[in-house]
Structures are given as structure tokens and as C-alpha cells.
């Protein structure tokens, strides 16, 4: 099926320990996005991703970095989880209009 | 830079029957969209309906409308004749214009359907 895949769906990791999250889309979209998402706060944009090779910081960068690998890639890497690092990620995608997102399934990250 | 406020966090309304979700939102642009995306529990983000900010018609998608108030900065979502399917969290969402925007989304409002 077209669109955009998140893996994993869940995790859980300790304080401290690394993970890159992986998003992939099939549409041909130029922008890439990263969100997070957590209760009483909607979501919240990390990094994103105009086009290949740019990113540039959302309003909460702080403890992520990202990796923009072709057109179809863009990843999410925790170098340190902290416990404050618990949420539902999303990646989204969009073409150069402005129709809006489409999102991937989301990933549920636990920190402990 | 803009904001998108949803001062409700929660809504019930009887199946069957129509319910109206508010949104207000703070910008300089002029040109912009507006969005509503619902939640469902499975977690994925669907789009429910789109406003685009230089057009005057309200929008409409099946059971779900939009009451645009430009000079207010309101975009409201109806949905009538509610489903037992409609329970979700809603969204709204803002975005300039240009390749380069981004959506910024409130905080949400959850809406539980009675049977």
C-alpha cells in the first residue's frame, strides 16, 4: 500500500540508551516531517525535511537528530533516551502543494 | 508565529444527532489553510476536511462542514448526524502557504459518540 511507513510501532528503552526511528515514503514527496505527540499538547513538530538533502529543527530539536538518507528517507535518532523522550512519534510527508500531511502509523516510545 | 487553539479538551454528543467543534487560531498571514484531522484509537492521522483562507464558500465533506470566519480567525467543524465511528480525538490545524510550511495543530478535543 502508497504511503508512509514507521518502524518500529513500539519501544521501550532505557535512560540513556540510543535508537533511530525509521520513516519511508512512496509517493514521491519532496517534505519530510517529524512530530511528537503527547497528551494535552497535540503535536509538536522535532525536525523536518523541505526537501533531500535539508532539514531543519521544529519547535522541540532539543535531544534529537535527524537524517534526510534520499528522497524516500528520513529518520529520527535519540542519541541519549531520557524518560521525558516518552511519546508517539509521527512522520509525515507532503508534496510541494498544500493539501496537507500524510502520516505514517506512529511509533509509541517508552523510556524507563 | 502562529497559534491554533482548541479550548475544549473534551465533547459527548448522542448518536444521531450533530455536534460542533471549535477552533481559533492567531496569525499575520493572509493566505493559509486550515485542517481538521481526526484520531481514531488505532492512532492514525486521518484528514477529515480542508479550508483554503482566499476562498469565501465554507467547506463541506459528507456528514462534516466548516463555519470559516476569516476576521474572527475561526474555523469551526460540524458534524452532523454523529456515528458511533466518529469517537475520536480532533485536531485543527494551520499552515501557510509556500513549499516550506509546516502544519501547526492545537492541542485537540476529544469526542465520545453515545449510543
Known amino acids: 500500500n502508497a504511503g508512509v511507513t514507521q518502524t518500529p510501532k513500539f519501544q521501550v528503552l532505557k535512560t540513556g540508551q540510543s535508537m533511530t526511528l525509521q520513516c519511508a515514503q512512496d509517493?514521491?514527496?519532496?517534505?519530510m516531517y517529524w512530530y511528537r505527540q503527547d497528551p494535552g499538547m497535540g503535536l509538536r513538530l522535532i525536525y523536518y525535511s523541505a526537501s533531500e538533502g535539508t532539514t531543519d529543527k521544529g519547535e522541540v530539536p532539543n535531544g534529537y537528530n535527524v537524517s534526510r538518507l534520499n528522497k524516500r528517507e528520513f529518520s529520527l535518532r535519540l542519541e541519549s533516551a531520557a524518560p521525558s523522550q516518552t511519546s508517539v512519534y509521527f512522520c509525515?510527508?507532503?508534496?510541494?502543494?498544500?493539501?496537507?500531511?500524510?502520516f505514517g502509523s506512529g511509533t509509541r516510545l517508552t523510556v524507563v | 508565529a502562529q497559534t491554533v487553539t482548541q479550548s475544549q479538551p473534551e465533547m459527548s454528543v448522542q448518536e444521531a444527532e450533530t455536534v460542533t467543534l471549535s477552533c481559533t487560531y492567531d496569525?499575520?498571514?493572509?493566505?493559509?489553510?486550515l485542517f481538521w484531522y481526526k484520531q481514531p484509537p488505532s492512532r492514525q492521522m486521518i484528514l477529515v476536511i480542508r479550508q483554503e483562507a482566499y476562498k469565501q464558500q465554507n467547506a463541506t465533506e459528507n456528514r462534516f462542514s466548516v463555519n470559516f470566519q476569516k476576521a474572527a480567525k475561526s474555523f469551526s467543524l460540524k458534524i452532523s448526524d454523529s456515528q458511533l465511528g466518529d469517537t475520536a480525538m480532533y485536531f485543527c490545524a494551520f499552515m501557510k502557504t509556500g513549499a516550506n510550511s509546516k502544519l501547526t495543530f492545537g492541542k485537540g478535543i476529544t469526542l465520545s459518540v453515545r449510543p
Open positions: 496569525t499575520s498571514e493572509n493566505n493559509y489553510y
Open positions: 509525515a510527508s507532503r508534496r510541494t502543494d498544500n493539501y496537507g500531511y500524510t
Open positions: 509517493m514521491n514527496h519532496n517534505s
